[in-house]
């Protein structure tokens, strides 16, 4: 395929709908932070994915990153989403362990958001910050 091919195909695939949307559902409850630390930390690194108020990255606007995008926060909003703590949270119990294990936020994200990059104290505060949130305010029903 020649450039204008490529030119052509990129131009095509930004009229799929998928990815387009965007929405950040409403916060039908938000889960009660044991602190403001764990809550900034949480927000810097993981509630662009795990919550319903993400901040649509200029990136996310264009496919095919779009797609890739879209479908991760919607599989992460149904593991773990801090919006939505009146439902059950079946990725609650691991978040603590997927922090200072390293394998969240995912690599792809790190590389892109240099604010969702933690050092080993920050880690080790989030870690901490969530079991005990989540213990003082376990998530429903
Ligand atoms: C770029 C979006 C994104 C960010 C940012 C992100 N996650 Fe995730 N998370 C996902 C996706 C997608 C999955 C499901 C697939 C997988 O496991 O990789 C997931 C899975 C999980 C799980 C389920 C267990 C596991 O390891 O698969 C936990 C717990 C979790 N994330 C916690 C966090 C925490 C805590 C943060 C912040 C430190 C975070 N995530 C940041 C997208 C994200």
Redesign the pocket.
């Known amino acids: 395929m020649g450039i204008l091919g490529l030119i052509a195909l990129f131009l095509l695939i930004q009229l799929v709908p998928y990815g387009h949307a965007h929405d950040n559902p409403p916060v039908t409850q938000a889960v009660k932070w044991d602190s403001p630390r764990t809550q900034q930390l949480?927000e810097d690194?993981?509630g662009?994915?795990?919550s319903n108020l993400t901040n649509w990255p200029a990136d996310s606007y264009v496919a095919p990153t779009s797609w890739l995008?879209q479908?991760?926060?919607e599989?992460?909003r149904g593991?773990?989403n801090v919006s939505e703590w009146d439902k059950p949270q079946p990725?609650?119990g691991?978040?603590a362990?997927?922090?200072t294990g390293g394998?969240?936020?995912?690599l792809?994200?790190k590389l892109m958001h240099s604010s969702?990059r933690?050092s080993d104290s920050e880690k080790q505060d989030?870690a901490d910050g969530?079991t005990r949130t989540f213990q003082l305010d376990p998530p429903g029903p």
């Not at 394998?103 to 995912?106: F, L």
């Open positions: 949480f690194a993981c662009a994915c795990h995008v479908h991760d926060v599989e992460a593991i773990l990725g609650a691991e978040a362990e997927a922090v394998e969240m936020p995912p792809q994200y969702s933690l989030l969530l």
